[in-house]
């Protein structure tokens, strides 16, 4: 006999179960959520928002360089990374307890422990108690993966570490081409140390729109980061509290810390999926759930990064929701992931939504592409040599915006309204018939008269 028992239990306190545990109990069911580490998850407690907080901090020096030009003379500014950190740790636990908070007062209960299966209908807590639960939401999110072993990894960093390193690295070695790596590349370098990206394939940022690539690459660059690409970390030494790291193209490279963000993986170990018949994804190596978020298991579900559909907040948050809806509020909801919004955090940021235009042309026989590549008016006085990039992919047949990219500054503001556009299914002459905002880096999205490249291919017989 088990020793409680719930309509609902939720293992993972991140977002996607959280959203998911305080609906389910608005609409009247008894709810347990077990978290074992902090309420918040990766986003809150060591992903999307001190990494944010800390692009603030970083942006910073960009207004320090922009500011001479228009007239201000600033004494040498210092940085100073505790208090950052303090800051940022302060705001952390703020959240965390709004997290708590909001959980309770839904009225779900929320251990702080791990839980794992027994059976499917049994959890097993780590007081010991048994759980019977009529359902399960499995919202364990994921965790930094660092590849194939090599000589030294041991020294290596993931961003689960980066947010407590007891000093500002004065120089570090990031590999990995992706979100997180790029993201550090260039909060690391406007604090002011000196940054090597080391990417094994031709360019950064692969599934992302090749002149998104080529325009982040120079723009990083530009801005002192060194992007070694074509090659892979092999080893590295440790001498007292330095490294080298030595690479697969022969060159090493002396540094501080070195940080590997090169993916994350679903965490599905140890949560006993085997003695609840829990099937794995074999392709992605989630678990494998349908377009309710159903597992193999009838009254087993699974949300957010554990099943590594999507890996965004908001698309967690989604699914949480989709799920009670679905289970507790008898509206069955499928989530759509077509046309989602996304940011990269870089400096320039990338804002994008829909088709890139190599998705586009394996899709549509008539595309027409629309790109501008400019200073900004602030950059003419302030001297910045930065560079702003926007592109519809627009369907020639329908006139329909298929996707819009954009690197530069608040690109991921200005791609969640753009979101909302290519989400209605936008043609190119609903943007043109907007009127422009002047003066703005945006409202080039709306006067972008003539096409810049045009692709017609015959349609497959
Ligand atoms: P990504 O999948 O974005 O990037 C991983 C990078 O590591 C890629 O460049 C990949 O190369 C490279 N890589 C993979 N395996 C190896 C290897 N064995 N050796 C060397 N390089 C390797 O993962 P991240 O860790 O950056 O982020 C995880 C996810 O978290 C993101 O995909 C995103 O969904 C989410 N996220 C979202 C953010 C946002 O919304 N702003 C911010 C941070 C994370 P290749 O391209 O060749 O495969």
């Not at 293992?11 to 998911?20: L, N, P, T």
């Not at 003379?73 to 740790?89: G, H, V, Y």
Request: aromatic share 6%.
């Amino acid at each position: 006999m088990a020793d409680i028992d719930v309509d609902l239990f939720v293992i993972g306190g991140g977002s996607g179960g959280v959203r998911a545990a305080r609906i389910a109990a608005g609409y009247g069911a008894n709810v347990m959520v077990a978290e074992e580490y902090r309420m918040g998850g990766t986003c809150v407690i060591r992903g999307c928002v001190p990494k944010k907080l800390m692009v603030y901090a970083s942006h910073v020096r960009r207004e320090l360089d922009d500011a001479a030009g228009f007239g201000w003379t600033i004494p040498e500014a210092t940085f100073d990374w505790a208090t950052l950190i303090a800051n940022k740790d302060k705001e952390i636990a703020r959240l965390e307890a709004a997290y708590t908070f909001n959980v309770e007062k839904s009225g779900a209960r929320i251990v702080k422990t791990r839980a794992v299966f027994e059976d499917a209908n049994t959890l097993r807590l780590g007081t010991g108690e048994r759980v019977n639960a009529k359902h399960v939401l499995i919202a364990t999110g994921g965790t930094p993966n660092h590849g194939d072993p090599f000589p030294g990894i041991e020294h290596v960093i993931s961003s689960n570490e980066v947010f407590h390193l007891r000093e500002l690295p004065k120089r570090i070695v990031i590999q990995g081409g992706g979100y997180i790596a790029l993201e550090f590349a260039c909060i690391f370098a406007g604090l002011g140390s000196d940054v090597t990206v080391i990417y094994r394939g031709d360019n950064i940022l692969r599934g992302f729109d090749e002149d998104v690539r080529r325009h982040v690459r120079k723009e990083m660059e530009k801005s002192g980061i060194t992007v070694l690409t074509g090659c892979i970390v092999t080893k590295i030494d440790k001498h007292g509290e330095t490294f080298t790291t030595h690479l697969s193209s022969g060159a090493s490279i002396a540094s501080d810390q070195v940080m590997f963000a090169v993916g994350r993986h679903p965490n599905v170990k140890g949560l006993g999926l085997e003695k609840a018949g829990v099937a794995i994804n074999p392709v992605n190596g989630g678990i494998a759930v349908d377009g309710f978020s159903q597992t193999n298991v009838p009254h087993i579900y699974a949300v957010g990064d554990i099943t590594h559909r999507i890996n965004l907040t908001p698309v967690a948050i989604r699914e949480g929701h989709a799920f009670a809806d679905s289970v507790f509020g008898k509206r069955p909801t499928r989530v759509d992931h077509d046309d989602i919004p996304t940011a990269v955090f870089t400096q320039p940021e990338v804002g994008t939504v829909g088709l890139t235009e190599a998705q586009a042309l394996a899709r549509y026989t008539h595309v027409d592409i629309y790109k501008t590549d400019f200073r900004s008016l602030k950059a003419t006085v302030s001297g910045s040599e930065s560079r702003i990039m926007m592109k519809l992919v627009v369907d020639a047949s329908t006139d329909r915006v298929l996707g819009c990219h954009i690197v530069g500054p608040e690109a991921g503001e200005l791609i969640q309204i753009v979101g909302i556009a290519v989400k209605m299914k936008a043609t190119k002459a609903d943007f043109d018939a907007t009127m422009a905002v002047h003066p703005t880096g945006a409202e080039e999205l709306v006067t972008m008269r003539a096409p810049t490249a045009r692709h017609v291919r015959q349609a497959a017989e």
